[in-house]
Nanobody
């Protein structure tokens, strides 16, 4: 069993930046970030595979950057130029299986989920 713990969420004004982190308690090969806003379905935001290849939702391309520190089994999401519509609970997800980057925004490939960290962007 792998546990995921997110941190780094908070409140920021539009145009600002935040960095969220996700620490995994064991080795995983595929990781991604998802978010869920009130009244909306959870959506994939960004993912990174074991080769370091990344994928982003169109809504965050050019503003968000996903990265990982393999030695620490830690995943990061740097969020710049934040908009009010980025307000959501952000979840980290992971899988032991090696999924290539085109699949990483699909919820169904992930086995492990974090508890979420809230990001609030005010206008």
């Amino acid at each position: 069993q792998v546990q995921l713990v997110e941190s780094g969420g908070g409140s920021v004004q539009a145009g600002g930046s935040l960095k969220v982190s996700c620490a995994a308690s064991g080795n995983v090969n595929s990781m991604g970030w998802f978010r869920q806003a009130p009244g909306k379905e959870r959506e994939g935001v960004a993912g990174i595979d074991s080769g370091g290849n990344t994928i982003y939702a169109d809504s965050v391309k050019g503003r968000f950057t996903v990265s990982q520190e393999n030695a620490k089994n830690t995943l990061y999401l740097q969020m710049n130029s934040l908009k009010p519509e980025d307000t959501a609970m952000y979840y980290c997800a992971a899988a032991r299986a090696k999924w290539e980057w085109p699949f990483l925004l699909r919820e169904g490939i992930y086995t492990y989920w974090g508890q979420g960290t809230q990001v609030t962007v005010s206008s």
